[in-house]
C-alpha cells in the first residue's frame, strides 16, 4: 500500500533559481537563503520518497489567459522544464508517475473533485525551485514528481478549505494505491508577498509565523482565513499559500513538526518553509513493508532533524 | 436588475478593492486585459521579441487593444496595465524584454528605484500599517511611498513611471 510519510512546504521565489543557475548561493544574500535548507536536503536524503506530490502554480508558462484549471493533475510520463524566458532552467526532465497519477485523478473525481488531467505540460519555476531547495541540483530528480499545479494567479483561486479537503481526497487516493510506495507531499509558494501595484513590497512576517504554527497545530482554522483576509494581510499574491493547504490535508490530524526556516527576503518575498511527518502507524500489522529503516527512521522522528543531521556525519 | 444595479452590485461585492495599491485580477479584470495578456504571453518568443522592439507600435497593431491598454504598454505604465486588466506574471515579460529584473519592475510600480526598494526589502518589506485598508483606521494612511490606485488618470499620467523605466539602467539578473 502507498503511504504518505510527511509533507513539506517550501517558497518558489524564481530568483532562488536564477542564483542557482547563476552560480551565486554563496553571496552572502543568497547563503542566508540557501542555509535554511541545507537539513532539509539531509531529511530529504533520508526520507527516500519513491513519489513527491508537488503542488504549485504556473507563472503563465503552461498556462496562459487562454486556459485557467483550478486543479490541474500531471498525469504524464515526464514533464520538461518551461522555457521562462530566459531558455528551460538547467534542471533535470521532472519524471512523472502516471499510473499513481492517474489513480489519484479517478479516485478524487469520485470524490467530487473535479479536476483538470494534464497529458503535456511544462513545469516552470513553481515547481523545479522547491524540487532544488529539496534536492540540491543532482544530474537527474532522485525519484518520480507528480505535479498539481493549481490556480493562484486569476482571482479567485480555491478556497483553503476547499484545498484542505482536496488534501484529504489525495491521501484516500494513495492509502488505497496497492503499490507500496513512501510518498511526500509538497506545498509550495508563499509566504507573504506583494509583486503588484503600488504597494508592492509588502511582508508581514506577523502572519507567516502564526500560519506556520497553524500549519503543525490547527490548520482546519487556517482553512477559515479568507481571501481578502490573505490579500490584505500576507499581500496579494502571499493569497498562494492556500496551496500549502492541499498538503497539509493529505497528511494525518496530528503530525510532528520536524523543521522550520524562515527569512526576509528573497527578492520580493518572504521564504517559509516547514517540514511535517505522519506519526509512525500504530499497530505493526498496519505498517507498511516499504518501510526501509523503520527504527532508524521513528529515532529520527523522535529527535527532530538535528538528529537527523548529526547521524549523517558519522 | 437594471445595469445600474448589476454594477452597484458588482461594487459592493468587490471588497478586496478597499486594500490600498492593489489590483485584484479577478474576473472582470481577465477578461478585459485578456488581449493585453496575450500580447505578453506572445513575449516568451525570441522572434516577437525581435518584432516588438523594432517597431513596437506595429507589433502591437496583431492584439485587439484598446488604446488605453496601447498607451500603457507603449509608455511601460505597469501600473497602468493591471488596472486595465494585466496580470503580473504576464507583464513582467515585457519587463523582461527590456531587460529589467522583476525587482526592477516591481520598484517602478511602487514609485520607488530600485536601490531604494531593495533595501526595503532587506529591511524587512514594506509594512502592513498604513497600508491594510482605505476604508478603515488606516484610510488616512498611504502605501508609502507612493499614492495609492486611487488617482486620476490625469494624476496618474503625470506620474507615469514610463520614462524613468526606459532611462533606468539594466541591472542585477534578469530574473531577481
Request: with cysteine; aromatic share 8%.
Amino acid at each position: 500500500m502507498a503511504r504518505i510519510i510527511a509533507g513539506v512546504t517550501s517558497s518558489h521565489v524564481p530568483a532562488i533559481g536564477a542564483a542557482i543557475d547563476l552560480k551565486k548561493t554563496e553571496e552572502p544574500y543568497w547563503k542566508r537563503v540557501f542555509s535554511g535548507f541545507e537539513k532539509s536536503k539531509e531529511w530529504m536524503a533520508n526520507a527516500k520518497p519513491d513519489v513527491v506530490i508537488a503542488v504549485y502554480n504556473d507563472h503563465a508558462s503552461a498556462f496562459s489567459v487562454e486556459l485557467i484549471p483550478t486543479f490541474a493533475l500531471g498525469c504524464a510520463a515526464e514533464f520538461p522544464p518551461a522555457d521562462e524566458g530566459w531558455g528551460p532552467r538547467p534542471v533535470p526532465v521532472v519524471k512523472g508517475h502516471p499510473e499513481l497519477a492517474s489513480h489519484i485523478a479517478q479516485s478524487v473525481i469520485l470524490d467530487e473533485f473535479d479536476l483538470t488531467i494534464v497529458n503535456k505540460m511544462e513545469v516552470d519555476h513553481g515547481l523545479t525551485v522547491p524540487l532544488n531547495l529539496m534536492f540540491g541540483s543532482p544530474p537527474e530528480w532522485p525519484c518520480r514528481v507528480i505535479p498539481l499545479a493549481v490556480n493562484v494567479v486569476m482571482y479567485p483561486p480555491p478556497t483553503g478549505h476547499r484545498c484542505y479537503m482536496l488534501g484529504r481526497a489525495i491521501r484516500k487516493a494513495v492509502n488505497s494505491y496497492p503499490e507500496d510506495l513512501r510518498v511526500v507531499v509538497m506545498g509550495t509558494g508563499g509566504m507573504s508577498h506583494q509583486i503588484s501595484g503600488p504597494r508592492a513590497g509588502l511582508i508581514k512576517s506577523k502572519f507567516d509565523k502564526a500560519y506556520l504554527d497553524g500549519l503543525t497545530k490547527d490548520p482546519k482554522e487556517l482553512t477559515r482565513i479568507s481571501h481578502v483576509e490573505f490579500m490584505r494581510e500576507a499581500g496579494a499574491e502571499g493569497i498562494e499559500m492556500v496551496m500549502w493547504l492541499i498538503m497539509r490535508g493529505a497528511l494525518d490530524d496530528k503530525v510532528k513538526e520536524v523543521y522550520r526556516f524562515y527569512t526576509v527576503p528573497a527578492s520580493n518575498t518572504a521564504v517559509g518553509h516547514i517540514i511535517l511527518e505522519n506519526l509512525e502507524p500504530k499497530t505493526k500489522s498496519r505498517r507498511p513493508a516499504s518501510l526501509r529503516g523503520g527504527a532508524t527512521r521513528k529515532r529520527a522522528a523522535a529527535h527532530g532533524i538535528r538528529q537527523v543531521a548529526v547521524r549523517s556525519k558519522q | 436588475m437594471t445595469a445600474a444595479e448589476a454594477s452597484a452590485k458588482e461594487a459592493k461585492e468587490k471588497e478586496y478593492d478597499d486594500i490600498p495599491g492593489t489590483f485584484v485580477f479577478d474576473a472582470d479584470r481577465s477578461r478585459r486585459g485578456y488581449h493585453l495578456n496575450m500580447f505578453c504571453m506572445s513575449l516568451m518568443k525570441a522572434e516577437n521579441r525581435r518584432a516588438f522592439k523594432e517597431n513596437e507600435a506595429s507589433y502591437l497593431d496583431r492584439f485587439a487593444l484598446t488604446p488605453e491598454q496601447r498607451e500603457a504598454i507603449l509608455t511601460r505604465d505597469y501600473n497602468r496595465m493591471l488596472e486595465l486588466g494585466g496580470n503580473i506574471y504576464f507583464t513582467a515579460k515585457l519587463g523582461a524584454t527590456d531587460g529589467h529584473s522583476f525587482q526592477h519592475i516591481a520598484a517602478i510600480m511602487t514609485g520607488s528605484t530600485q536601490e531604494d526598494y531593495a533595501k526595503m526589502m532587506l529591511a524587512g518589506g514594506r509594512s502592513i500599517e498604513g497600508n491594510r485598508s482605505k476604508s478603515g483606521r488606516d484610510a488616512a494612511a498611504k502605501p508609502a511611498p507612493r499614492r495609492t490606485a486611487a488617482k486620476s488618470a490625469k494624476t496618474r499620467a503625470k506620474s507615469s513611471p514610463g520614462p524613468t523605466a526606459k532611462r533606468a539602467k539594466k541591472a542585477g539578473s534578469k530574473r531577481g
